[in-house]
């Protein structure tokens, strides 16, 4: 079934509206709002990694390209995005040894939330000697949207883990900005149970105005925070900040606690999603998955 | 001494006396050496006069490291206050997780261990030994000034102030010395910051662990930036 396919299933009333140039997002009733997600596990078997379980629910699906030469899994959101209320939950697992990449469909839009707040929780537990690249593509939070996201890893001390995450303020093709919204976005990195790296945003009320201020965003329509732990990660310090170079966006990286931090603030999401993905393959030394 | 949990400042001295030593740019805690990455946005240009000054350190307090830290302090203390070893070695472990670069790392946990260092050999109290037998690793600084405020009875909102104030006080230093500001400006900046200081310390007071969070985006950014800047004065 290809994602075309299952895309016209699920609230065309939303997608149709996303698409539509200029068109308000209508308020989405209760009944229509939206639980899914997708729960995968990958295990090693015959020399290469498999998705052992996969679970689905709600809009949400997996695919797994089969022209991919490493296990790479796609989410789609057959849903076309989301709006308050609406909870997506991903959990990942790793066996020891599995090595997988995860990447989105497409950008993830976040409408109008008129009450409760969009929900996303995401868990990504990582085995002994296990490699995951976590890489969905970009939020794309409109005006007066409202997202709580908790994303959780809990990874072996041997284990590798890049991470990378993406948010646009607005849909700024149509001139639109976040003029009220809130961001409620906390990450906890747990290595060997120990945690190691906490990223918590809380930004909310009138966030173009203070996305304006020097100290917050200067202006900024776009951020990314690009995340690799592994036992190397901070001999790769200077990779990093090579991989960085040249782009449009402001951007830095440091290195501690055997983890790897780049963080990337830019006026122009075009830009700066150009500068995420040429920093990443430069970085990983491999393309970036084909919806990218 | 008899420095004992729940009473009411050192022998002799009162909280408000106790917080001027602590917090003042007198105690070894090397505070004059970070400037939280103020010294790269001055170089960039973000922060230039006392206007820029003023809105950089505001947001600094409002959304970064002002208003996180506030809260961690506020949870320690309330975790000294009733012996609760599971919620002061949470504090402790997130207060260094929360770090958004090496040089924050480094700015705070080296500001800590040297006050729970002096601390424990000038003002002993119980306070620290429950840290210590709850919790192994580096101490965070606001962390290790809640145990001891704690520990010494001195009150909560009051020592907020005075984190609040001293850390706006110590970058509003940092400027001076940096040619952003003069003495006199810089003095008029620190006024300005107070207010904020106040309300952040009010709000900080019951605020839990969950409603830490920030947005001072551009000011991590030059935390990272300051790593690799060719002339530095400071550590971070």
């Given at each position: 079934m290809s994602a075309n396919a299952l895309r016209s299933d699920m609230r065309p009333d939303i997608d149709q509206a996303a698409t539509a140039a200029a068109a308000p997002v209508p308020n989405v009733p209760?009944?229509?709002?939206a639980r899914g997600g997708v729960r995968v596990a990958f295990a090693t078997a015959g020399g290469r990694t498999h998705p052992l379980t996969v679970a689905e629910s709600g809009g949400y699906r997996i695919r797994f390209p089969r022209?991919?030469?490493?296990?790479e899994g796609t989410i789609i959101n057959t849903g076309g995005g989301m709006t308050g209320g609406d909870l997506m939950q991903v959990d990942v697992a790793l066996a020891p040894g599995a090595q997988a990449l995860l990447t989105s469909q497409a950008a993830e839009k976040l409408y109008r939330a008129e009450a409760d707040p969009t929900r996303i929780e995401v868990a990504l537990r990582l085995g002994a000697g296990s490699t995951l690249a976590w890489l969905p593509q970009e939020m794309i939070l409109f005006d007066r949207a409202r997202l709580v996201r908790r994303l959780t890893v809990d990874m072996a001390p041997d284990a590798s883990l890049t991470l990378a995450e993406s948010i646009v303020f607005g849909r700024t093709a149509m001139g639109e900005e976040v003029v009220e919204g809130q961001l409620d976005d906390r990450w906890s990195i747990r290595r060997g149970g120990r945690l190691v790296l906490v990223e918590a945003v809380r930004l909310e009320g009138a966030v173009a105005a203070r996305l304006a201020r020097r100290a917050v965003?200067?202006?900024?329509?776009a951020l990314a925070t690009i995340v690799h732990i592994a036992p190397d990660a901070e001999a790769r310090l200077e990779d990093m900040r090579a991989a960085l170079a040249g782009g449009a966006s402001e951007c830095g990286a440091s290195a501690w606690n055997g983890l790897v931090v780049a963080r990337l603030i830019g006026s122009d999401p075009a830009a700066l999603r150009a500068d995420l993905v040429r920093t990443i393959e430069t970085f990983r030394g491999q393309r970036m998955p084909r919806y990218w | 001494m008899g420095t004992t949990t729940g009473e009411a400042a050192p022998a002799g001295a009162s909280p408000l006396l106790t917080l001027m030593t602590w917090l003042s740019p007198a105690f070894p805690v090397g505070a004059f050496a970070y400037s939280h990455g103020l010294e790269w946005a001055a170089e960039a240009g973000d922060v230039r006069d006392a206007a820029s000054l003023e809105e950089w350190l505001a947001d600094v307090l409002a959304h970064g490291a002002g208003r996180n830290d506030a809260i961690l302090l506020a949870v320690t203390h309330r975790a000294v206050t009733t012996a609760d070893g599971t919620a002061l070695a949470g504090a402790a472990e997130l207060a260094l997780a929360l770090a958004t670069s090496r040089e924050r790392l480094l700015e705070t946990v080296t500001q800590g261990n040297a006050f729970v260092l002096t601390v424990r050999k000038t003002w002993p109290t119980p306070a620290l030994d429950l840290l210590r037998e709850t919790w192994a690793g580096d101490v965070a600084y606001a962390v290790a000034l809640g145990v001891a405020a704690a520990g010494h009875g001195l009150p909560l909102v009051q020592t907020l102030e005075a984190f609040l104030a001293a850390f706006a006080a110590n970058l509003v230093s940092a400027a001076v010395r940096l040619g952003v500001v003069g003495q006199t400006d810089g003095q008029a900046v620190t006024a300005a910051l107070l207010p904020h200081c106040r309300r952040i310390a009010a709000e900080a007071a019951t605020a839990e662990l969950d409603d830490i969070g920030g947005a001072a985006f551009r000011s991590d950014l030059a935390s990272l930036r300051h790593e690799t800047q060719y002339t530095r004065l400071f550590r971070s």
């Open positions: 209760a009944f229509v709002r022209n991919a030469q490493t296990c965003g200067g202006g900024a329509r | -």
